[in-house]
């Protein structure tokens, strides 16, 4: 069992940033890949970032493209998710997710862990 717990939300304006973490509860943290997740209201979950479970890989959602980046520590059991450059349409609640594999998930690939996600509200 992995436990998942995000931090890093709050309220920006739009062009600044914020950075996300994710804190994991298991030494096994190294053996998961990780990805970020969002859903605003009313729409639904999508995918943001992920990283291979060595770091030496990831996969950004077209949207995030250079805006947005994501890395890990594993020494430290945490993956991040550096926002740059926010856009109102940007504002959601934010999840990580575990994915017990080396590689970046596939796009629609299961996660088997989810934290509780962090709100990140961006003002205009």
């Given at each position: 069992?992995?436990?998942?717990v ?31 997740f ?29 805006r ?31 994915a017990?594999?080396?590689a970046?998930p ?9 934290g ?8 205009s």
């Open positions: 069992q992995v436990q998942l995000e931090s890093g939300g709050g309220l920006v304006q739009a062009g600044g940033s914020l950075r996300l973490s994710c804190a994991a509860s298991a030494r096994t943290f190294s053996l998961y890949a990780m990805g970020w969002r859903q605003a209201p009313g729409k639904e979950r999508e995918f943001v970032a992920a990283i291979s479970r060595s770091g030496d890989n990831i996969q950004l959602a077209d949207s995030v493209k250079g947005f980046t994501i890395s890990r520590d594993n020494a430290k059991y945490t993956v991040y998710l550096q926002m740059n450059s926010l856009k109102p349409e940007d504002a959601a609640v934010y999840y990580c997710a575990a017990r594999r080396a970046v596939p796009p629609g690939y299961e996660y088997d862990y989810w509780q996600g962090t709100h990140v509200t961006v003002s």
